[in-house]
């Protein structure tokens, strides 16, 4: 990008982002609500909107009530009797992840009788960085995708899993949208991380119905072989399904999810295979996303340092 006047990805990363070497994993990790609780954990704010880290046990089950009401009431996801009693969407993961919150601070609201009005939660994403993962059961997308042989090969390399991602109806939009990725970005930077990897999902668990969608993304986002990961073979559904010149683009490109068409314009690539989750009602892919890899447009819009939407 000589003559331009702006950096690459990579040399944005040069600049920024510390060396590490791959022994200098920490030892020892604690999501934002367990350490450094003085600090500020914002990550950005846009007129009312405001995203930061959860501190709180109160907020991380704000979070969950917000993940519910999405998932299980507007969408097809189907609760057990432990979920449906509580009406939060958790598990075992949450306790060791961080997870960013958006907050619209013009929507105050309470979540019991006779307590403090505070700012709506409209937004969250759960990040669970790899040696959070490594010192308990590993990354909840290994359940689905072969992600071993992909951490093996990269070894030296930094993993963060991003996952959960809900926004409520009124606020799927651009600005909230953006705001959730300008937090990733700045988490990104902070905590030096390589590669971003996680399930996005299609609603729906017909492969057949979802052919054009699949295929689409088969034939146009594969990940090169270097980043290649495969659906575990016991869940593998085929993503090939329909010949590359039989697929009308512009319609697949309107009938995608907004945050698989979010990450493809990052620069994300798409694992081999999908997995068709039944309690969820969803058909899943797996996005890899190598820092080097990101979009240059996307990095000069949120900005090298992660500023763009820093108060």
């Not at 390589?194 to 054009?212: H, Q, R, W, Y």
């Amino acid at each position: 990008m000589a003559g331009t006047g702006r950096l690459s990805p990579m040399d944005f990363v040069r600049k920024f982002k510390p060396h590490m070497a791959a022994a200098s994993k920490a030892p020892i990790w604690l999501p934002a609500r367990m350490r450094n609780r003085n600090s500020c954990t914002t990550l950005g704010k846009v007129g009312s909107l405001e995203a930061r880290l959860t501190k709180k046990t109160r907020e991380l089950r704000q979070a969950q009530r917000l993940r519910y009401n999405v998932f299980y009431e507007e969408m097809s996801a189907i609760p057990d009797a432990q979920t449906q009693f509580t009406k939060l969407d958790r598990d075992a993961y949450d306790a060791i992840c961080d997870h960013i919150l958006v907050y619209d601070h013009n929507s105050p609201h309470k979540t019991k009788p006779f307590t403090k009005a505070r700012p709506r939660i409209v937004g969250t994403y759960r990040l669970l960085p790899q040696n959070a993962a490594e010192l308990n059961n590993g990354f909840y997308t290994a359940g689905e995708f072969d992600v071993q042989p992909l951490l093996d090969k990269h070894s030296n390399l930094n993993f963060l899993e991003l996952g959960r991602s809900c926004v409520l109806k009124p606020y799927r939009n651009k600005k909230t949208l953006d705001l959730l990725w300008h937090g990733i970005w700045a988490y990104v930077l902070e905590n030096s991380v390589d590669v971003m990897i996680g399930c996005a999902s299609i609603e729906g668990t017909d492969p057949n119905f979802l052919a054009e969608q699949l295929s689409f993304l088969h034939h146009h986002a594969r990940a090169p072989e270097e980043w290649r990961v495969s659906a575990l073979p016991e869940r593998y559904t085929e993503m090939n399904r329909m010949a590359k010149e039989e697929i009308d683009q512009k319609a697949v490109l309107r009938s995608l999810p907004p945050l698989i068409k979010g990450y493809l314009r990052l620069g994300a690539y798409i694992g081999d295979g999908a997995v068709v989750d039944h309690q969820f009602g969803t058909t899943d892919v797996l996005i890899i996303l190598p820092v080097s890899a990101l979009n240059a447009r996307y990095v000069n819009y949120y900005g090298a340092d992660a500023s763009r939407y820093n108060s």
